[in-house]
């Protein structure tokens, strides 16, 4: 299983952006996707999550609201829309994967058994 995360870049406060991540795996609706970030000097934080099958949502409190996580089963892809922006949301944001993750694990980053390599996201004041 294979993560390849992209979209990030350069935004100016209040903008949007949209992550996509794609997944190079065998049945890709039995996985739980998730997306994390880690700025600068800080420890990985949860930003959303979208589960297998019905596709359940869970969001970060700092993130509900403002990013809306979906996916395409069809694609093998799961997308992170980033809107309403701020500085604090700079920092390398990441995709994971994990088969049949319950909404109790989705926020550890340590439940995931897979991540992608990573895509920067900065915002300027």
């Known amino acids: 299983v294979q993560l390849q995360a992209s979209g990030g870049g350069l935004v100016q406060s209040g903008g949007s952006l949209r992550l996509s991540c794609a997944a190079s795996v065998g049945t890709f609706s039995i996985y739980t996707m998730g997306w994390f970030r880690q700025a600068p000097g800080k420890e990985r934080e949860f930003v959303a999550a979208?589960?297998?099958?019905?596709?359940?949502?869970n969001y970060a409190g700092s993130t509900k609201g403002r990013f809306t996580i979906s996916r395409d089963n069809t694609k093998n892809t799961v997308y992170l829309q980033m809107n309403s922006l701020t500085p604090e949301d700079t920092a390398v944001y990441y995709c994971?994967?994990?088969?049949?993750?319950?909404?109790?694990?989705?926020?550890?980053?340590?439940?995931?058994?897979?991540w992608g390599q990573g895509t920067q996201v900065t915002v300027s004041s």
């Open positions: 994971a994967a994990q088969p049949y993750l319950r909404v109790a694990g989705q926020s550890r980053a340590n439940e995931y058994r897979v």
């Open positions: 979208i589960g297998w099958g019905g596709g359940a949502t």
